[in-house]
């Protein structure tokens, strides 16, 4: 053979003598020798990273031939250094789509131009409607159906294995696919078989509407490949007597099953599946709504119950499907359970967990292979969904949020409501994840339907090479290690799942020890230890002094006997929540302050009885956010904010808190308390939504920077009217009406401000002239330049000045609009200037890069703003002017101590600077990427090509991640705003409050980020 077979061995393959061939084919094309030198050295590279080497050169050879035009191909290999790897990962994973591209080479550049990309249902839906819409054959219509399903399959393959596409977005595209099959098969059939038989006509002259209810995995939007279509078929109303009637919508179901029917559902059909309908059982296929809902709600078991959990429209009339799952959302979700309900719940229950417990013993028992479902296994996939709509079903008659359809969707909203942990929602979801990318692997490798790993050890060790668990030595999948990882994952699942089951309801006979505990006149020291330590209170005596305290009313008029019997059924919960923060002893501790300042205990503990998610948001504030505790303990009135930031569905937004503000000073003769009342509740607001995770840090940030910016208006409006009591008010020289124009910069220009920011603020006027004397008021007038300094350090005095609270916020004095000092204020016309007539220094041409008027008429705002970004598109730039940036940082990084994660190395500054810079440097070709935020700003120069899309993402992720950070440190107090705590037991704070499992990570993600903005900042500066 030629010796550019020479890297075909047994090392590689199994086979040489036929991979040779299999080259020798490739080789004998005509095309250009360096493109096949250049195909030898990819594969030299790839062959390696596959698992069956010989069957991927054998595909690649029949794909070669099969084309028109070999040698585009080859220069694509060789110009693209992904789609070669692309499409050898398809042949080793998909024989299916391995055969669609042999038979039609040139749908590999339709897969390369879709790349995998997620696609919305409705665009879904569109495409196969265009292409339905003029069919009237039937069969042609199923040919068209099939192709639809091969290439939209295909694409959702090539995105799952060539672009590693998520299983949870898998799932919902699967869906999707169907989704439009199914919409558009019924809207054919109901064209198609008029032709066929009358149409039904109800007494009233329309048709009687159909609607196909979803339910399942296709229902939940969590499809995998191959999976059966579990539907409903529902009319409104036809005459029960009349049996052409009867006929036509029985045909209609039996042309839609063979319509979608394929003896290979994996890519080109679907396999139907009816028996979840009322009356299957009956062999009615179809029925009215109505008396499928009475049906249901009369004798609908609770099995069925909870499989409506996963219900949706799918097809035909939203109004008659929504209207029927609404009707029936009270039989799924009871408030009030029976005896039989709680009976068929218990059994529910008890089997779930003899599974669960039988295949944890079992595997630790014995690790010899046996067959495995990855969906019915014990501890499989199916077990965590009909754990979690156990778990729905439970709750979700009092908590709306838990009603999710899909998986994902729904431990996200018990973790939300404090039915599970953040850890067990997050466990779950990411075991689940693995099981559906198995589940996935198993059915595209080996076109196997029913969810069985095989138990052939090569198809074994095929299967753990693609999932990446792979033997070093013998470089084959590592077949022990896969058994072993995927017996863990249904051990784990198992144990977590009897763990969940012990929230299930029962007769109410048995009463918590804790309970107990607190009923207990005299308990026993041993008893108070040997049930305290079980929840991690160290100092058992101190902790039972505090719930004793707990349970004791301080409101004289009130009950005592009812604060003590609400503490006591709620303890249990209480104290399983405590046992989950870092430092428990310390967390009740801090609840008994809140308590003692709020008084009314009865009330608080009635509250979070019936509502567990405030029971966990009120454990979580008082173990980790020592300023929203203190917030609470000086302002006990602020226990409805409390409350109410659970129910709100949103933060404040800007106008709201503008006019809850300018409400709140209405005819005041002071503000300093009502301002401070008011940024604390806000605060409050915030910062709850903030640490059970409501919120992004984006929307968290900008609220705070809307509260501060209500704050400095009322303050100079208030000031203002002082000051033109004496003076009169200001006018311009064409006596239209003066007024300060505030201007944010830094964090609060950008909106990105933390609890305790600094405020950076500059004082403007929009015209010069001289005060006009009011009617009745001092003959004194001055000029607008004396009015407006004197105003501007009056705010700056009154935001400063210390008081019973504290310092309302710390506004930097030392800026000056000038740079003079003793001036505290000028016309915008003259700052402007400064810029115009680049008098002004480098650094303030960052700072305005942030500039954002806050105060004033939404005209001079917007007429300075706009002058703003203008003079950004003008601003100077040399070679050596990112030089004298990057010495800026420099000296500001001096400054600070090597873990400040904001001055320090990698900092929070260096993504701003990079940012300013770029700003700087564009501004003039791209006048567009201005903008003061600094997360935006970054979108925009990628956007605008003037930095790397990679680039700008990865400064943007390592700045939200530092900020993050720095927030939650904020809520902690911590002496060091900028930097982590050196202690442990803050580090277990800060991870708690974050819902980090481990603090080491939080160091460890500071840690690459900073490293990596480094990294960008020099190669960024380096390149300007």
Not at 204 to 222: C, D, K
Not at 953 to 970: H, K
Request: negative net charge; contains cysteine; aromatic residues 6%.
């Amino acid at each position: 053979m030629p010796d550019h077979f020479d890297w075909i061995d047994s090392t590689t393959f199994a086979a040489p003598d036929v991979a040779r061939q299999n080259a020798q084919r490739i080789w004998a094309l005509e095309v250009p020798r360096d493109l096949l030198i250049s195909l030898q050295e990819r594969l030299v590279e790839q062959f390696p990273q596959l698992g069956d080497a010989d069957a991927v050169l054998d595909s690649l050879a029949c794909f070669l031939t099969a084309a028109a035009a070999p040698e585009s191909l080859l220069e694509l290999f060789r110009n693209d250094a992904r789609a070669l790897p692309s499409l050898l990962q398809i042949f080793a994973t998909s024989p299916r789509l391995t055969h669609h591209l042999i038979d039609d080479p040139d749908f590999f550049q339709t897969l390369r131009q879709q790349d995998g990309q997620v696609v919305d249902r409705s665009e879904l839906v569109d495409r196969l409607y265009q292409c339905m819409s003029e069919i009237e054959d039937f069969d042609e219509a199923s040919a068209q159906i099939r192709q639809f399903l091969i290439r939209e399959t295909s694409r959702i393959i090539y995105g799952e294995f060539a672009r590693s596409m998520v299983p949870e977005k898998v799932g919902r595209q699967l869906t999707y696919v169907a989704d439009a099959v199914v919409q558009s098969s019924l809207d054919f059939l109901l064209r198609y078989l008029p032709k066929l038989r009358d149409t039904p006509v109800m007494p009233s002259g329309n048709t009687p509407q159909v609607t196909l209810i979803g339910l399942g995995s296709f229902g939940a939007e969590e499809m995998s490949y191959g999976d059966s279509l579990q539907l409903i078929f529902l009319y409104d109303r036809i005459d029960p007597w009349n049996i052409t009637h009867r006929e036509y919508y029985d045909l209609l179901v039996s042309e839609f099953i063979r319509l979608l029917h394929s003896d290979t559902p994996l890519d080109d059909g679907y396999n139907i599946d009816l028996r979840q309908s009322p009356m299957y059982e009956t062999g009615t296929r179809i029925c009215s709504s109505f008396e499928a809902a009475r049906i249901f709600e009369t004798s609908g078991r609770t099995w069925q119950r909870i499989g409506f959990i996963k219900a949706r429209v799918v097809a035909g009339s939203q109004t008659l499907g929504e209207g029927f799952l609404t009707r029936l959302q009270p039989w799924i979700f009871r408030r009030f359970i029976s005896r039989s309900d709680l009976a068929e719940i218990q059994t529910l229950q008890h089997k779930l967990e003899r599974r669960t417990l039988t295949s944890s013993d079992a595997a630790s028992a014995s690790a010899e292979q046996k067959p495995c479902n990855v969906l019915r296994n014990p501890g499989g996939r199916g077990d965590i969904q009909r754990t979690i709509q156990f778990l729905q079903l439970l709750h979700g008659d009092r908590l709306p949020e838990v009603r999710h359809a899909n998986t994902y969707d729904a431990l996200i909203g018990l973790e939300r409501a404090g039915c599970v942990t953040h850890e067990e929602a997050s466990l779950l979801s990411e075991n689940h994840a693995r099981l559906c990318r198995l589940q996935h692997q198993v059915a595209v490798m080996f076109e196997k339907l029913d969810d069985q790993v095989p138990t052939d050890p090569e198809l074994t060790k095929r299967l753990a090479w693609q999932l990446g668990i792979r033997d070093p030595k013998t470089k084959q999948g590592d077949v022990a290690k896969f058994r072993k990882q995927l017996e863990e994952v249904f051990d784990v699942n198992c144990r977590m799942i009897n763990h969940l089951m012990l929230d299930a309801p029962d007769d109410g006979s048995a009463v918590a020890i804790e309970t107990e505990l607190m009923l207990d006149p005299d308990p026993a020291a041993e008893t108070i230890t040997q049930v305290l330590s079980k929840h991690k209170l160290s100092n058992a005596a101190r902790a039972f002094e505090d719930l004793i305290a707990l349970s004791t009313e301080s409101v004289p008029f009130l009950s005592p006997h009812r604060c003590r019997h609400f503490f006591a059924q709620i303890v249990p919960s209480l104290l399983s929540e405590i046992s989950q923060t870092p430092h428990p002893d310390k967390t009740l501790a801090s609840l008994t302050r809140v308590a003692d300042s709020i008084g009314a205990k009865a009330t608080l503990w009635e509250l979070l009885g019936t509502n567990r998610p405030t029971m966990k948001m009120v454990v979580r504030l008082c173990a980790s956010a020592p300023y929203l505790v203190e917030i609470l303990t000086d302002n006990p009135g602020m226990i409805d904010e409390l409350i109410d930031s659970l129910l709100m569905d949103r933060l404040p937004s800007a106008e709201r808190l503008d006019s809850q503000s300018i409400e709140l000073c209405r005819g005041a003769q002071e503000i300093d308390a009502i301002l401070h009342s008011f940024k604390q509740s806000a605060h409050l607001t915030i910062g709850v939504r903030n640490i059970l995770g409501k919120e992004t840090l984006a929307a968290t940030q900008q609220a705070i920077g809307d509260t501060a910016e209500a704050c400095i208006r009322r303050i100079i409006e208030f000031e203002q009217e002082r000051l033109a009591a004496q003076y009169g008010d200001p006018v311009s020289e064409d006596g239209e009406k003066a007024e300060m124009i505030a201007v944010a910069l830094g964090k609060l220009g950008g909106r990105e401000p933390n609890y305790h920011s600094d405020l950076d603020v500059v004082f403007l006027y929009s015209a010069d002239g001289e005060t006009r004397r009011r009617v009745g008021g001092p003959r004194s007038t001055t000029t607008n330049r004396s009015f407006f300094n004197q105003l501007a350090q009056r705010v700056i005095e009154r935001i400063n000045a210390p008081g019973p609270k504290g310092r309302m916020y710390e506004l930097d004095g030392r800026l000056r609009p000038t740079g003079e000092e003793g001036v505290f204020a000028v016309s915008t016309e003259d700052f402007l200037n400064r810029f115009r007539q680049h008098e002004a220094p480098l650094w303030q041409w960052l700072a305005i890069c942030k500039a954002r008027s806050i105060s004033g008429s939404r005209t001079n705002r917007t007429r300075f703003d706009n002058a703003v970004a203008t003079l950004l598109t003008e601003a100077p730039w040399t070679s050596e002017t990112a030089k004298e940036i990057r010495k800026i940082r420099t000296r500001m990084q001096e400054t600070a101590t090597s873990g400040n994660l904001k001055r320090g190395e990698g900092g929070t500054v260096d993504v701003e600077f990079v940012a300013q810079m770029l700003t700087l440097k564009h501004a003039a070709d791209s006048p567009k990427i201005t903008h003061c935020n600094t997360t935006v700003s970054l979108e925009r120069l990628a956007e605008a090509g003037h930095l790397p899309e990679d680039e700008a993402l990865q400064l943007i992720a390592g700045y939200q991640t530092l900020r993050g950070v720095e927030i939650n440190l904020r809520l902690m107090k911590t002496p060091h705003r900028h930097a982590l705590p050196e202690l442990d037991s803050l580090m277990k704070n800060l991870a708690f409050l974050m819902n980090e499992s481990d603090h080491k990570m939080i160091q460890t993600a500071c840690d690459q980020a900073r490293q990596r903005n480094r990294r960008l900042f020099n190669r960024i500066f380096d390149r300007a």
